[in-house]
């Protein structure tokens, strides 16, 4: 069974320029979740998604970022525009329907804004 | 408001000798646990959760851990350490109000040989 998949998996970036991230999920998982991870801290949540409605993006800053699930698979994660404190891993995770409190991540994408 | 600490941030163990990692946590209602361990350019691993009963919960690659309510903990143990042990790892709590899981800031363990 393939993993969840995110790419790019490194992107490096000047400031003010938009950047989006690319998450598939675990084959028939509904929930996904996208997570903000800074150097030496633990995943932070941004939003959480069951099937294609956003569940939970309390944390996720609106100004500037935004996410879509369209069909309730796959998920794209935008800035815009990104800012130098915006240099973070970026985690997207799902789960499945039937154990729905186990998270399987994939490997992130490393975002560098200079 | 729900949080978890993890109070080292980095243990060192010789390989075969036991390990601990330490987790406190905060949370209203009853709490689900979870460890997950996060090796170099890869994304976090399940290892375990505890959501009800026993309170040794038995997990991944010979992983355990020890929910304590009246202390709020759930240290992370492993009777004989590897080297390929070493990696970072996070302990999490979700409340069962809601849905958001809260993770610590991570323990980095080292397992010399």
């Known amino acids: 069974e393939a993993g969840v998949v995110q790419s790019p998996r490194y992107k490096i970036i000047e400031k003010k320029q938009p950047v989006a991230f690319w998450c598939n999920p675990i084959s028939g998982h509904n929930t996904l979740y996208w997570y903000l991870q800074n150097l030496g801290q633990g995943p932070e949540l941004l939003i959480r998604y069951e099937n294609e409605e956003a569940v939970d993006d309390s944390q996720l800053p609106k100004d500037r970022f935004s996410a879509e699930r369209l069909k309730g698979v796959d998920s794209t994660l935008k800035i815009q525009p990104a800012e130098l404190g915006d240099s973070a891993v970026y985690l997207c995770a799902s789960s499945p329907r039937d154990s729905p409190l186990e998270q399987y991540f994939g490997p992130g994408t490393r975002l560098t804004v200079t | 408001a729900q949080s978890v600490a993890q109070p080292e941030d980095q243990v060192n163990v010789a390989e075969g000798n036991p390990l601990t990692v330490k987790c406190t946590y905060s949370v209203s209602g009853n709490p689900y646990l979870f460890w997950y361990v996060q090796y170099p350019n890869r994304g976090l691993q399940f290892l375990l959760k505890?959501?009800?009963?026993?309170?040794l919960v038995k997990g991944s690659y010979g992983f355990e851990a020890e929910f304590n309510k009246s202390q709020t903990s759930f240290h992370l143990k492993k009777p004989s350490a590897l080297v390929s042990d070493s990696a970072l790892y996070f302990c999490a709590v979700l409340n069962t109000g809601g849905f958001k899981t809260i993770f610590g800031a991570g323990t980095r363990l080292f397992v010399k040989a």
């Open positions: 505890y959501i009800t009963g026993d309170n």
